[in-house]
């Protein structure tokens, strides 16, 4: 392939690939074309100028969308070493054109029309491959007829390790057009019916070249299409296969890209199994396995694993003798991995996943000048990630938040506001060092996707603040249930969306008002009582907020003891536990939230409490209730200091009674001593207690002891160890046995006196004084 002759320079590549890349390199200096032609769409073109721009770091991806659908898109990655990238830069430094050729966007992107051969969107460049359509894997069928079983291995001993040869630039692309040919020749479109159109296009734009340029010019396309390129068709027929596709209006912009995505394992249909490496390769400018083990070595040392140069030397012996000995022409990724894993991994494959991670994928990230074209809610979201010091990264990072600092609290509303528009780019994560509600731990992660899901919200304003207000507003509007909007309250409050909490609001006071679900009044409120305390963190009126919650509390107490008598199963009366104790403890922050106010509101928060007591009381008395919510309310009035102990027994003692059915005994002791709530502690404590359920325990039928053992197993089986054991100790010494306490019990644990020594209790205090340096 020649531009002597009247033919073009046809270059076809591995997308992604460095040796591909290198050659195209020298063969672009040997030919010096007049212009350069591309496989992409041609929307890009007025965005090909930005490629020379100093702050346009690869890898990034031209993403095109349709304008009145931005989640109907398609990325074009390009990495450093993607031949088309080289092509690009060469071109713009050589001062000659360049210009995309593939089908337009406008096309691929629009939905399928009839006669359409594939659905939307160019699976390729998508990264969406159609699993229900066998495709040939040219790679796979020429490292196969090679004598190979792995096709990355096969192009790195053919193409990447290749040395520069007598045959010229341009042998290794004239070699790969003669298989393609033969593949197509024996495969047709090899299972990519679109295909044919994409390449009648490229043969258009390759007409229209000639006549613009003449035959000096070079065409850069994956080697697949070369054949189809070099056919004689007619300008009719190729027109023919063009005629009435669908088409939409679409939108390019230059978006960052990571290494991970340019990866299979990333979802990438045209992706390479190691983009780490190949980069490493490109860039390489000699040596390049003992480059790379020195990266190894280097990774490893600040993991704090004792890896010397003697490792790297030896390291890089062993590689050359795998390859040696495998009859490969130098050592690939696969000898290099495991000279590393037997020489610096100690044979373990732990070190060796962090390899593979770090540098074989590796998460680069490229950028995109503050020049490109972007929405305009894309524009502030940059300037917002500058002035809060906050930058996309492709590593996985957490973030602690203080949201008393002024820009932690700023970040966290940013953040918040993000996930409200559906741009996931943290994920709150239970924090670490506090359980305060002023600190927050985030996980952070930029995806190139998330490029996309800002464009699609754009549709809801041109900054983040008004975006968010207005998603909120709409889904309040759209909310199906109470659930669903007093969670987008919290949210709201989160986010700082004062501007929302109206139309909210309004939302949760419409349903609230409809809503007689005790269920769903139950599973509204705990949200509403944490949006209470979030807006106190964050310094916003929620007066609003209380008043509707303090509503919604009032219905719950006035619905909930007929709803727990309505003839609950099993399954009910565990979810209607549940809400119990959530609805508890969103009154005790309601009560506290009102005793913290000015003037007389405090009143309100202890007549709240006392309300609900008043409900857990009638609960624990009614026998229609089921036993795991009458042991439940019982455990709540005991907590809070309502219940006496005397009563309390009493009431145990009716529910454990010969004529209470069993399973319904034990649902009362699951529901009063659940594992989750400190119930064993209590009964070691409480000897009277432990023996009304030992007793039950031993006069239940045999018949019946099969059912309510797996219930008394899941309660009892909840506890700590050293809690179990003390029990079984308590029960095997019986009732006033040494070790029993609380009421009734007959002494102190063995090797105690029954009551305290004061006076040898203060011979403690001189020594305690000590140690914490108070006076004496």
Not at 81 to 88: G, L, N, R, Y
Not at 633 to 660: N, Q
Not at 727 to 736: D, I, K, N, S, T
Request: proline share 8%.
């Amino acid at each position: 392939m020649s531009t002597a002759g009247p033919e073009p320079l046809l270059l076809g590549v591995r997308h992604h690939g460095p040796g591909s890349a290198r050659a195209v390199r020298a063969a672009l200096d040997a030919a010096r074309p007049a212009a350069v032609l591309i496989e992409g769409p041609p929307e890009g073109d007025a965005l090909l100028p930005l490629a020379a721009h100093p702050d346009m770091r690869p890898p990034v991806a031209l993403l095109a969308h349709a304008a009145d659908d931005p989640g109907r898109a398609a990325f074009w990655p390009l990495a450093g070493f993607s031949p088309e990238w080289v092509a690009i830069r060469w071109a713009q430094e050589a001062g000659v054109p360049v210009r995309f050729i593939d089908l337009p966007a406008a096309h691929t992107l629009a939905p399928a029309g009839p006669g359409d051969p594939e659905a939307a969107g160019d699976p390729e460049a998508a990264g969406e491959p159609d699993r229900e359509r066998l495709r040939l894997d040219p790679l796979a069928v020429l490292a196969d007829t090679a004598g190979y079983d792995d096709p990355e291995r096969w192009w790195e001993d053919v193409v990447e390790h290749r040395a520069a040869g007598p045959a010229g630039p341009t042998a290794p692309f004239e070699a790969l057009a003669d298989a393609m040919t033969a593949l197509r020749e024996a495969y047709g479109d090899g299972g990519h019916p679109r295909d044919p159109v994409r390449e009648a296009h490229m043969r258009q734009r390759m007409r229209a070249a000639r006549r613009e340029f003449g035959p000096g010019y070079a065409v850069v396309c994956g080697a697949w299409h070369v054949p189809a390129l070099r056919a004689r068709t007619t300008v009719a027929a190729d027109r023919a296969l063009l005629a009435g596709l669908p088409k939409v209006k679409v939108e390019t912009a230059w978006v960052p890209w990571t290494h991970r995505r340019l990866s299979r394992s990333g979802g990438y249909g045209a992706g390479i199994a190691s983009p780490g490496w190949y980069a490493h390769l490109f860039a390489a400018p000699d040596r390049p396995v003992e480059r790379w083990l020195t990266r190894i070595a280097g990774l490893l040392r600040a993991e704090d694993r004792q890896v010397s140069s003697a490792h790297v030397i030896e390291a890089v012996r062993l590689a050359e003798t795998l390859a040696a000995v495998r009859g490969r022409p130098l050592a690939g990724l696969a000898e290099t991995l495991e000279a590393a894993r037997a020489v610096m991994c100690d044979g373990s494959d732990v070190p060796l996943a962090l390899i593979e991670d770090r540098l074989v994928v590796g998460e680069v990230l490229g950028e995109v000048p503050d020049t490109a074209p972007a929405v305009p809610l894309q524009r502030d979201l940059t300037r917002l990630q500058r002035s809060l010091r906050l930058k996309p990264a492709a590593d996985e990072r957490e973030l602690e938040l203080d949201l008393r600092k002024d820009t932690d609290a700023a970040r966290s509303l940013l953040l918040h506001r993000l996930r409200l528009l559906g741009v996931d780019w943290g994920v709150p994560t239970a924090s670490r060092g506090s359980t305060g509600t002023f600190r927050e731990t985030w996980r952070l992660r930029w995806e190139p996707e998330l490029a996309v899901r800002v464009a699609e919200a754009a549709v809801w304003g041109n900054t983040v603040h008004a975006a968010a207000t207005a998603r909120a507003e709409a889904d309040a509007a759209a909310a199906p249930e109470l659930g669903a909007v007093t969670a987008l309250a919290e949210r709201c409050l989160l986010a700082g969306l004062a501007g929302a909490l109206p139309a909210v609001l309004r939302a949760l006071a419409d349903r609230a008002a409809l809503d007689t679900d005790v269920a769903g009044l139950a599973k509204a409120l705990p949200a509403l009582a944490r949006s209470l305390r979030y807006g106190d963190v964050r310094g916003t009126d929620t007066a609003a907020l209380g008043t509707v919650a303090a509503g919604l509390a009032e219905r719950i107490c006035v619905a909930l003891p007929p709803a727990c008598a309505a003839g609950l199963d099993a399954d009910g009366a565990a979810e209607l536990r549940a809400h119990v104790d959530a609805v508890h403890g969103a009154i005790g922050l309601l009560a506290a939230d009102r005793e913290g106010q000015p003037g007389g509101a405090g009143a309100g928060g202890q007549g709240l409490r006392d309300r609900w007591a008043a409900v857990l009381r009638t609960l624990a008395g009614r026998d229609t209730v089921p036993g795991a919510i009458r042991g439940r309310a019982v455990r709540l009035l005991l907590d809070e200091g309502r219940l006496e102990h005397a009563e309390t027994a009493r009431l145990m003692g009716l529910a454990l009674s010969r004529a209470a059915a069993p399973a319904d005994a034990a649902g009362w002791i699951e529901g009063f001593a659940g594992g989750g709530s400190g119930g064993g502690t209590l009964l070691v404590h409480d000897e009277g207690l432990l023996a009304l359920i030992d007793a039950w325990l031993t006069q239940v039928p045999a018949g019946a002891f099969t059912d309510v053992l797996p219930l008394l197993r899941r309660t009892f089986g909840a506890y700590e160890p050293g809690v179990r054991r003390t029990l079984g100790e308590l029960v095997r010494r019986g009732p006033g046995g040494p070790g029993r306490t609380g009421a009734g019990a007959g002494s102190g644990p063995e090797g105690f006196a029954p009551d305290l020594d004061p006076a040898r209790a203060d011979a403690v205090l001189p020594l305690v004084r000590l140690l914490l340096g108070a006076a004496a």
